[in-house]
């Protein structure tokens, strides 16, 4: 898809973010991302073709912790609504990461601290 196709609209907007703050996770699965920060996180946000009330975001994760780039294409319906509904979705809100020192930790379900990497002191 091009990004601009002549009628006077742009199509895609991209995004790339960069400069993270770790300790971080890759996802809700806890699995840690890279402690050197360079994550870089790539999207391309466009309408739908065939439906304009779907628009997509393909996200692509770069980081020094994964074999190679991961991505993912997430897709969001429009509802068709009199007054538009706006969420944010912040980072940094139930966030299992906790940093001791050098030391990078994740907290479990039940609230002990789980060690992020091989021989790395646990709960005690």
Not at 25 to 35: E, Q, V, W
Not at 63 to 81: G, Q, S
Not at 102 to 111: H, I, N, P, R, T
């Amino acid at each position: 898809m091009d990004r601009y196709d002549g009628n006077g609209r742009y199509d895609v907007l991209e995004v790339e973010t960069r400069g993270f703050k770790g300790p971080r996770a890759f996802d809700s699965s806890g699995i840690p991302l890279h402690h050197d920060n360079q994550t870089v996180v790539n999207e391309r946000i466009y309408l739908d073709a065939a439906d304009r009330n779907v628009f997509h975001d393909d996200v692509t994760v770069t980081d020094h912790a994964l074999t190679r780039p991961w991505t993912v294409n997430k897709r969001y319906r429009r509802e068709a609504e009199s007054r538009p509904y706006w969420r944010e979705v912040s980072c940094s809100e139930n966030n299992n990461h906790v940093e001791i020192g050098k030391e990078a930790y994740m907290l479990s379900a039940d609230g002990f601290l789980m060690p992020t990497k091989k021989d790395q002191p646990g709960r005690t």
